[in-house]
């Protein structure tokens, strides 16, 4: 007999997957990290800094995957005691996949950051075409032919007939995580992301073509001497006359 306004509940536990949840999670998390002491980057609200000293931790948040990195193994057990406390946490060790990202590491220290796997399952998912024989050998065609313009009425796909938001919104992910390379390409296709034409998609899956012969290109980060220039920043440019430039940016050795 539970009639509002007369009776009514109050939730007291918020069950996952609730549109509640992230935010009151991420309440406790920080409600835990500043009793610490933690610092909350400026640039990044889920970054936090533990310092003591010159000792520190590091930690990124992500709804409820913790990446971790930190100079003093008794700092940290501080503060993983201290989570243990109000939440179940679990301690899976050196970080191996992290948001779709794989992470490697060699003998000399240096991190290769890959998402091989997270191209081949969403390629799956999506449904693209398995890849016959050798791929393109750039994201986007070379001059005219990779210059894409708006459809007509009478070339707009019917609206499902492919998926093509959904895989544009993976080429995001991947082009903002390890995939430089494709930032313009997929910066191109998403320009038509309400009225795509079958020369769009066409353009999508040559994107995702090239990603399929190239998923073993990896973003490769080392200390300094490992082959790295020493500087804190360079960059390299390669323009055209049709002002379509390509950039290579390093900084601090990544």
């Not at 002491?37 to 995957?65: N, P």
């Amino acid at each position: 007999n539970l009639t509002p306004p007369e009776n009514s509940l109050k939730k007291i536990i918020y069950i996952y997957g609730c549109r509640q949840a992230p935010n009151l999670f991420y309440k406790l998390v920080d409600r835990v990290m500043r009793g610490l002491g933690a610092v909350q980057s400026d640039a990044d609200s889920c970054f936090y800094i533990l310092r003591d000293g010159d000792k520190w931790v590091k930690v990124l948040v992500y709804v409820d995957d913790f990446a971790i990195t930190y100079n003093d193994r008794g700092l940290y057990e501080r503060m993983f005691e201290a989570l243990s406390v109000e939440l179940d946490v679990t301690d899976f060790g050196c970080l191996k996949l992290f948001l779709g990202i794989m992470v490697r590491r060699d003998a000399h220290h240096a991190v290769t950051l890959t998402q091989a796997q997270y191209i081949a399952q969403a390629a799956a998912t999506l449904g693209v075409p398995a890849l016959v024989g050798k791929g393109p050998g750039s994201p986007l065609g070379p001059g005219k032919t990779g210059k894409l313009h708006a459809a007509c009425a009478a070339d707009v796909l019917p609206e499902g007939s492919v998926p093509y938001k959904q895989a544009v919104g993976s080429l995001f992910w991947l082009a903002r995580g390890t995939r430089w390379d494709i930032a313009y390409a997929v910066g191109q296709v998403a320009r038509y992301m309400e009225r795509p034409s079958a020369t769009h998609w066409a353009a999508v899956l040559r994107i995702w073509a090239y990603l399929l012969a190239t998923s073993d290109y990896a973003l490769p980060m080392g200390p300094a001497g490992g082959g790295c220039n020493s500087r804190l920043l360079w960059a390299h440019s390669d323009s055209d006359c049709n002002i379509m430039s390509s950039n290579l940016l390093f900084v601090r050795h990544a």
